[in-house]
């Protein structure tokens, strides 16, 4: 049986991981060159591909100034994402206000991403897109990678993660295929030796 004493020290030391879930297309981009997503308007199964469930188990969202950007010419109105749900915005360009919701971020990655994890609370989100993505990444700040592989090519558009040479090993935990086709990778980030680079503009 186990303690209480051993469930308060399991709980206090709960790593709350920083999550990347995202849908690529299955030539590994996030978006066209102009940041254009209609590719991914498609009719999708029950469930949702297991959104709803994943948007249970956060309680904090991380933002790119593009993506923050293109949020905004898309139609988000706030950062209400849920209840409790805190939304931070990564940029070194002047903001004009912020919409509600949303906070802004200045300090560098890795103390504010381990000034985070401290904090009690649910997993994080990092919604994106590949530049920020990139910046977590290098500095050792990336958990898991759970990737849901659109089935279409796009030719050519922004990646995943913004290029720069790297060898970053990741462990496979699960797949699963829908019935539309989509096939979504969940991988752990292993251990590396990472190099910090410039929080994106």
Not at 86 to 105: A, C, I, M, T
């Amino acid at each position: 049986m186990i303690s209480q004493r051993s469930k308060r020290k399991r709980n206090a030391q709960r790593h709350r991981k920083i999550i990347v879930h995202i849908a690529v297309s299955a030539d590994g981009y996030i978006a066209r060159p102009d940041g254009d997503v209609s590719w991914l308007d498609r009719p999708q199964p029950k469930g949702h591909y297991g959104m709803g469930a994943f948007m249970n188990s956060i309680d904090t969202i991380l933002w790119g100034r593009k993506t923050y950007t293109k949020g905004i010419e898309m139609g988000m109105k706030s950062g209400d994402f849920g209840p409790k749900v805190r939304n931070y915005l990564f940029s070194r360009r002047p903001q004009g206000p912020l919409l509600k919701g949303f906070e802004l971020v200045r300090e560098p990655i890795k103390p504010f991403a381990q000034r985070l994890r401290a904090q009690p609370g649910k997993d994080i989100w990092m919604m994106g897109g590949g530049e920020i993505i990139a910046s977590f990444l290098d500095e050792g700040e990336i958990d898991e990678f759970r990737i849901h592989v659109i089935p279409v090519l796009i030719g050519e558009g922004i990646p995943l993660i913004q290029p720069r040479h790297r060898s970053i090993p990741l462990k496979l935990l699960s797949t699963k295929a829908f019935p539309d086709g989509v096939v979504h990778l969940k991988y752990r980030v292993l251990k590396h030796a990472g190099s910090p680079i410039p929080t994106p503009v």
